[in-house]
């Protein structure tokens, strides 16, 4: 499956961005997925993650409350919604599908897209 995360930019502390990233090449319902974000120098990160149905989500207390994964099946698309930006929170963000019910660490992650940077500042 081939992935392209888009709808990275400038945000102002506070601000609000939504990514989402297209699915090709394969099945998308099968997949579970993810978002994972590497922010300059610094190791990825893993910031949400979705069941194939979109029933079941999970993130970590970085991001808890703040940020919100969801799926389109029918569009092939999933979305990470970004709430109450901070400027700890610019990275690129990649997409990302596995094969388990929930990946919740990197490593369970199959096919990656190629990022899309979100820069948070005043």
């Known amino acids: 499956v081939q992935l392209q995360a888009s709808g990275g930019g400038l945000v102002q502390p506070g601000g609000s961005v939504r990514l989402s990233c297209a699915a090709s090449?394969?099945?998308?319902?099968?997949?579970?997925m993810g978002w994972v974000r590497q922010a300059p120098g610094k190791e990825r990160e893993f910031v949400a993650s979705i069941s194939r149905s979109g029933g079941v989500t999970y993130y970590p207390d970085s991001v808890k409350g703040r940020f919100t994964i969801s799926r389109d099946n029918a569009k092939n698309t999933v979305y990470l919604q970004m709430t109450s930006l901070k400027p700890e929170d610019t990275a690129v963000y990649y997409c990302a599908s596995g094969s388990i019910v929930l990946p919740t660490r990197i490593n369970q992650y199959d096919y990656w897209g190629q990022g899309t940077l979100v820069t948070v500042s005043s």
């Open positions: 090449g394969g099945t998308f319902s099968v997949y579970s």
